[in-house]
Antibody
Framework: QVTLKESGPVLVKPTETLTLTCTVS??????????VSWIRQPPGKALEWLAH???????SYSTSLKSRLTISKDTSKSQVVLTMTNMDPVDTATYYC???????????????????WGKGTTVTVSS | DIQMTQSPSSLSASVGDRVTITCQAS??????LNWYQQKPGKAPKLLIY???NLETGVPSRFSGSGSGTDFTFTISSLQPEDIATYYC????FGQGTRLEIK
């Protein structure tokens, strides 16, 4: 059974750095054509893709948040870590990680779908 | 980033109705378009991948079509349990369609 579980602080202060960990089971982060994506959802708002990392260590970030995000993986620990610097109250959201399954590539973009999701972790940014 | 434009933003329909949601990509994405269902307080669930492939275990009343930049998601006969918000996605997500029962 494939599962993903997000963990991290419930509350962070403005300007602090957020570190979230996604621990996966039932598959390996070295599996070809797979990876992990981070997505967030502010209260009452739409889903927002943040970043992804593939098994070959290929990474991509949301253009609007690229300067603040870093994604990495530790295959031996089955973990994917997302850091977001300079947190602001507008970053208050539920943060999800999801397994991604590779569909295709056109020399510019990787295309994929997210077939298994974690339950999410809620992060509040407040002083 | 590829931008996804989804419409309508909300929809009210009766049980048994045929429901259609559209999604437009900002560039040609071939058939690489996915649809998700999200119920309140829950994580999204994959329904359709690569435009028209039904995820395992998803009822056959859900379907998808399209290619290039224009895509359609259809529920052939709306059921009460289909009340949710639906999102299209290819890397980034559409704005979502909130589906309600009349």
């Amino acid at each position: 059974q494939v599962t993903l579980k997000e963990s991290g602080p419930v509350l962070v202060k403005p300007t602090e750095t957020l570190t979230l960990t996604c621990t996966v089971s039932g598959f390996s982060l070295s599996n070809a054509r797979m990876g992990v994506s981070w997505i967030r959802q502010p209260p009452g708002k739409a889903l927002e893709w943040l970043a992804h990392i593939f098994s070959n260590d290929e990474k991509s970030y949301s253009t609007s948040l690229k300067s603040r995000l870093t994604i990495s993986k530790d295959t031996s620990k089955s973990q994917v870590v997302l850091t977001m610097t300079n947190m602001d109250p507008v970053d208050t959201a539920t943060y999800y990680c999801a397994r991604i399954r590779y569909s295709g590539y056109d020399y510019v973009n990787y295309y994929y779908y997210m077939d298994v999701w974690g339950k999410g972790t809620t992060v509040t940014v407040s002083s | 980033d590829i931008q996804m434009t989804q419409s309508p933003s909300s929809l009210s329909a009766s049980v048994g109705d045929r429901v259609t949601i559209t999604c437009q990509a900002s560039q040609d994405i071939s058939n690489y378009l996915n649809w998700y269902q999200q119920k309140p307080g829950k994580a999204p669930k994959l329904l359709i991948y690569d435009a028209s492939n039904l995820e395992t275990g998803v009822p056959s009343r859900f379907s998808g079509s399209g290619s290039g930049t224009d895509f359609t998601f259809t529920i052939s006969s709306l059921q009460p349990e289909d009340i949710a918000t639906y999102y299209c996605q290819q890397v980034t997500f559409g704005q979502g369609t909130r589906l309600e029962i009349k």
